[in-house]
């Protein structure tokens, strides 16, 4: 069961110069001895049975005093206790006395995940600025009970979440990791189960909102966080192609490994996007490009006046149209945002664009799309046929999507680097 990853991800934490401590759950001993948890973390390991025993500190609140907890395989049952405040066992009482970043990391069965409750207590615990990671797609259980969404997260992603909660607390530390990370992603020792199936060839990806100014200080722009673009970008590099991201401004670090271009109008991303793709076998636009721009940018901020004002707006180039009308060998990706009839408008777009897919999205759904970790998207070919994905974090979505570019790429006559 998931409880197995854990020595996993308290090794990669202790790698990456972490101190780790470990509560172990009744449940979490079922599948795991302590003396494993314990050799992983160096250290000893909290049980409710040591909880206990007499000792001058609450054990508790000794944990509670971690700059960032980690729940590893969490259960149902877990997050149900968490989530209406109890605190009678060791882990619970734990998080109840913790003021520092949580991180979920759910596992269970596909059909408890999507349960209401589970739901529900998931989206309580997010209200309260708790974090989760997953669960992912895949086959999930000790007796091979399904596929779906009930897969635990891989300790590596696991160890560079909880990393990432520890931001700012400890900057310095965490620039160091990242360069140890990239020379490791670089050398292929990063995760081994990845194959460097990209390996020589050039991907572009666009990231982000752009920007259209009409005076020095106003612009017009979107909510588009960039983190759809940026995991394509990750996950292109790690299976080994070279890496442009062209991003519009988002809150995001460069990722270690790729060559960053940072824009901010949708002229501006067209240029670097166009110079960038020449030699590119792989183009990936997730960049939500605003459609129009000022006609006529004043070059001073333009005072306020009493009543309405009229702006004057005019397109801006559709990119993604534009190589597509000279497409070459390349692989050309879009996504679109749709309100409604969402799969036809799309297949129309593909054919319009002479993209090869594109990756529909709905901006409504909770938790998908703008700003969130995760993504329900709906494949989308230029003949009208699709595909819908269940919602999945964006870097799974990476995954397919540079899945299904492999394919078309095996299928044609010969492909650019
Ligand atoms: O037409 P729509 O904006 O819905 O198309 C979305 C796709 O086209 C995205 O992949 C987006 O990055 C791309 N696009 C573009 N240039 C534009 C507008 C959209 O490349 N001006």
């Known amino acids: 069961m998931a409880a197995v990853k854990a020595p996993g991800v308290l090794r990669r934490l202790r790698e990456r110069g972490a101190r780790v401590r470990v509560i172990a759950t009744a449940a979490a001993l079922a599948f795991i001895t302590e003396l494993s948890l314990a050799t992983a973390a160096d250290g000893e390991v909290a049980t409710d049975a040591t909880w206990f025993e007499p000792r001058p500190d609450a054990q508790h609140l000794t944990h509670a005093r971690a700059d960032a907890v980690v729940i590893v395989g969490a259960s149902a ?16 009482a734990t998080l109840l006395s913790v003021r520092a970043p949580v991180l979920w990391v759910p596992a269970m069965n596909e059909r408890m995940w999507e349960h209401p409750a589970v739901q529900a207590n998931a989206e309580r615990l997010r209200g309260w600025g708790h974090h989760f990671l997953g669960p992912v797609y895949g086959a999930f259980g000790s007796r091979g009970e399904g596929t779906g969404m009930g897969r635990m997260a891989e300790p ?6 909880a990393l990432g909660l520890l931001e700012g607390e400890s900057r310095s530390r965490e620039v160091e990791e990242s360069r140890e990370q990239a020379a490791l992603s670089t050398s292929g020792l ?22 259209e100014y009409l005076d020095p200080v106003r612009f017009i722009s979107n909510p588009s966080s960039g983190k759809m673009g940026f995991a394509v970008a990750e996950e292109a590099r790690d299976r080994g192609a070279s890496v442009t991201l062209v991003t519009g401004p988002v809150s995001l670090p ?16 067209r240029d ?4 960038a793709a020449r030699d590119a076998g792989v183009v990936v636009m997730t960049a939500a490009v605003a459609d129009y721009r000022a006609a006529d940018r004043a070059t001073e901020k333009q005072a306020k006046v009493a009543g309405d004002v009229t702006v004057h707006l005019t397109p801006n180039p559709d990119i993604l149209a534009e190589l597509g009308a000279d497409k070459g060998g390349r692989v050309l990706i879009g996504f679109a945002m749709e309100t409604h009839a969402g799969v036809e408008r799309a297949a129309l777009k593909a054919r319009r664009k002479n993209a090869d897919f594109i990756l529909l999205n709905y901006p409504t759904r909770e938790g998908t799309a703008f ?6 998207v709906t494949l989308v070919r230029p003949d009208g046929s699709s595909e819908a994905w269940p919602r999945l974090t964006k870097r799974e979505v990476a995954r397919r999507l540079l899945d299904e570019v492999l394919a078309i790429r095996e299928r044609l006559p010969h492909s650019p680097g």
């Open 156 to 161: 590596e992603d696991i160890a560079a979440a």
């Open 371 to 376: 700003g969130g970790d995760d993504n329900e």
């Open 272 to 275: 670097a996007v166009v110079e």
């Open 77 to 92: 049952d877990l997050l149900a206790r968490a989530a209406t405040g109890r605190g009678d066992d060791l882990a619970s």
């Open 190 to 211: 990063l995760d081994p189960s990845t194959a460097p199936d990209l390996r020589g060839v050039h991907v572009v990806v666009s990231a982000g909102p752009t920007r």
């Open 254 to 269: 460069d990722p270690p490994g790729v060559r960053v271009v940072r824009i901010e109008s949708a002229l501006d991303l």
